[in-house]
């Protein structure tokens, strides 16, 4: 019984000892570090305030101011105009086409022709009764000039005549002709006796057409 009352029996706590306990030191201060400075930040522009439009009215309409009443017009008749009759101006007419030449005929061309180898014939004499022998060559343009002059030289005078209407034939191409007439030939020499003699025959011409006039291409005389 008695290790069981010992058992119970509560365990006396030990004395606190005389040393006092160390005193607690401070905690070292820390180090703070300075706030970053802030970045100002502009404050936003205040809005301005929507004013309300004025609401717009109607002008006022001004009422219709009365006319006042027309003077009467005293109306006269007007006098009557007298008409003026202004002339019609005719149409300007043209004039008709002028009327081309109508071809010539076949005799119209033959007689031209003949009218200009007679127009040649005409040269050719006078050119001998001048005893010319540079107009003989402007209508006969193959003549022997040093042989005509000659003979031209040994005569005083010298005539020649067509004692008939020469015949002319035209070539068929109309291009080239013959002339065929009586002649008598009165000359005189440059000297001796210088008496006339005169001397009858034939002469025959063939001329051939240049441009608008007809030359001399061969003379044949036959005279007795």
Same mark, same amino acid.
């Given at each position: 019984?008695?290790?069981?009352?010992?058992?119970?029996? #509560?365990?006396?706590?030990?004395?606190?000892?005389?040393?006092?306990?160390?005193?607690? /030191?401070?905690?070292?201060?820390?180090?703070?570090?300075?706030?970053? $400075?802030?970045?100002?930040?502009?404050?936003?522009?205040?809005? $301005?305030?929507?004013?309300?439009?004025? @609401?717009?009215?109607?002008? #006022?309409?001004?009422? #219709?101011?009365?006319?006042? &009443?027309?003077?009467?017009?005293?109306?006269?008749?007007?006098?009557?105009?007298?008409?003026?009759?202004?002339? @019609? @101006?005719?149409?300007?007419?043209?004039?008709? &086409?002028? #009327?081309? $030449?109508?071809? &010539?005929?076949?005799?119209?061309?033959?007689?031209?022709?003949? @009218?200009?180898?007679?127009?040649?014939?005409?040269?050719?004499?006078?050119?001998?009764?001048?005893?010319?022998?540079?107009?003989?060559? /402007?209508?006969? $343009?193959?003549? &022997?000039?040093?042989?005509?002059?000659?003979?031209?030289?040994?005569?005083?005078?010298?005539?020649? !005549?067509?004692?008939?209407?020469?015949?002319?034939?035209?070539?068929? !191409?109309?291009?080239?002709?013959?002339?065929?007439?009586?002649?008598?030939?009165?000359?005189?020499?440059?000297?001796?006796?210088?008496?006339?003699?005169?001397?009858?025959?034939?002469?025959?011409?063939?001329?051939?057409?240049?441009?608008?006039?007809?030359?001399?291409?061969?003379? !044949?005389?036959?005279?007795?």
């Amino acid at each position: 019984q008695q290790s069981a009352t010992e058992a119970i029996e #509560p365990r006396t706590k030990p004395e606190p000892s005389e040393t006092p306990p160390p005193e607690p /030191r401070p905690a070292p201060p820390r180090e703070v570090e300075p706030p970053a $400075p802030r970045e100002r930040v502009a404050a936003p522009a205040p809005k $301005p305030k929507e004013v309300p439009e004025p @609401e717009k009215r109607a002008a #006022p309409v001004p009422s #219709p101011v009365p006319e006042p &009443p027309a003077a009467p017009v005293e109306t006269r008749p007007a006098p009557a105009e007298r008409a003026i009759e202004v002339p @019609e @101006e005719s149409p300007a007419r043209t004039p008709p &086409p002028a #009327p081309q $030449p109508a071809a &010539p005929s076949p005799a119209e061309i033959r007689a031209r022709e003949v @009218e200009r180898i007679r127009d040649a014939l005409a040269a050719f004499k006078a050119a001998y009764d001048g005893r010319d022998a540079s107009a003989l060559a /402007r209508v006969w $343009p193959s003549a &022997p000039l040093q042989q005509l002059q000659w003979q031209f030289d040994q005569l005083a005078a010298q005539r020649l !005549d067509y004692t008939s209407p020469p015949d002319v034939t035209l070539g068929p !191409d109309g291009r080239t002709a013959t002339a065929r007439c009586s002649v008598e030939i009165a000359s005189t020499p440059a000297v001796g006796r210088r008496k006339t003699s005169t001397r009858r025959g034939s002469l025959e011409l063939a001329l051939q057409k240049s441009v608008e006039s007809w030359a001399i291409t061969r003379v !044949d005389w036959a005279i007795r």
